[in-house]
């Protein structure tokens, strides 16, 4: 079947520039994640949505990072004024949540440059 | 809170020969504990998971992890390594606390395969 899937495979952007990132989760999962891979922060959690419950924004780095899912689906990570620092391949997961035992699945990922 | 210390950043190992990955655990209380694998260019893909149901707990493609809660540790191990098995591996925790499910990545080890 289908998994996760992330648009655009890469994106190069100016600094300063704003950015979206889209995340497509498995169909009927309820919880989507989004992460961040860095070289000097390696992998970390950024935000997490579950049904239509608050999304946890505990791990955004600064207010430039905002990120909606819509219809309890599809997800956009934003980025605005874009700084060299973000640079780092966003990857996004989805789960069924059903707690301790589940297995998150993780998109391609989405590789930003910022120049 | 949890999180997890990979003890070595590389190890290299030859084709047919044992693997044995690193990885200490802190936690509050009884973890959800993973290992992921990042082949190069390609996404995260689940290794196994521990989950307190057995503390030998049998991954994909040989590999197997060991929970021990006296020394803190979730080794990965596998009998004999392929050339295919080089990748880096991430130790994982999982965040079970209240509203807060996302997953805690160790700093990854790399897995070198000599012929």
């Known amino acids: 079947g289908a998994g996760v899937s992330q648009s655009p495979s890469n994106k190069v952007t100016e600094k300063g520039k704003d950015v979206e990132l889209r995340c497509d989760p498995i169909?009927?999962?309820?919880?989507l994640y989004w992460y961040r891979q860095s070289l000097g922060q390696g992998l970390e959690f950024l935000i997490y949505?579950?049904?239509?419950?608050?999304?946890?924004k505990s791990g955004l780095p600064s207010d430039r990072f905002s990120a909606e899912r819509t219809g309890g689906s599809v997800s956009t990570l934003t980025i605005q004024r874009t700084q060299q620092e973000d640079s780092a391949v966003y990857l996004c997961?989805?789960?069924?949540?059903?707690?301790?035992?589940?297995?998150?699945?993780f998109g391609p990922g989405t590789r930003l440059t910022v120049l | 809170a949890q999180s997890v210390t990979q003890l070595d950043s590389h190890v290299s190992v030859s084709e047919g020969t044992p693997v044995l990955l690193r990885c200490n655990y802190s936690?509050?209380?009884?973890?959800?504990l993973f290992w992921y694998v990042q082949h190069p260019n390609k996404g995260l893909q689940l290794l196994l998971k521990?989950?307190?149901?057995?503390?030998l707990v049998k991954g994909i493609n040989g590999f197997e992890a060991e929970f021990k809660k006296s020394e803190t540790s979730f080794h990965l191990t596998k009998p004999s390594a392929h050339m295919s098995d080089a990748a880096e591996y991430f130790c994982?925790?999982?965040?079970?606390?209240?509203?807060?499910?996302?997953?805690?990545f160790g700093s990854g080890t790399r897995l070198q395969v000599q012929p």
């Open positions: 936690s509050s209380y009884s973890p959800s």
């Open positions: 521990y989950t307190s149901a057995a503390t």
């Open positions: 949505f579950q049904g239509n419950s608050a999304p946890d």
């Open positions: 994982v925790v999982w965040r079970g606390d209240t509203g807060r499910r996302a997953l805690t």
């Open positions: 169909s009927g999962h309820t919880a």
């Open positions: 997961a989805s789960s069924s949540d059903r707690g301790a035992t589940d297995t998150q699945y």
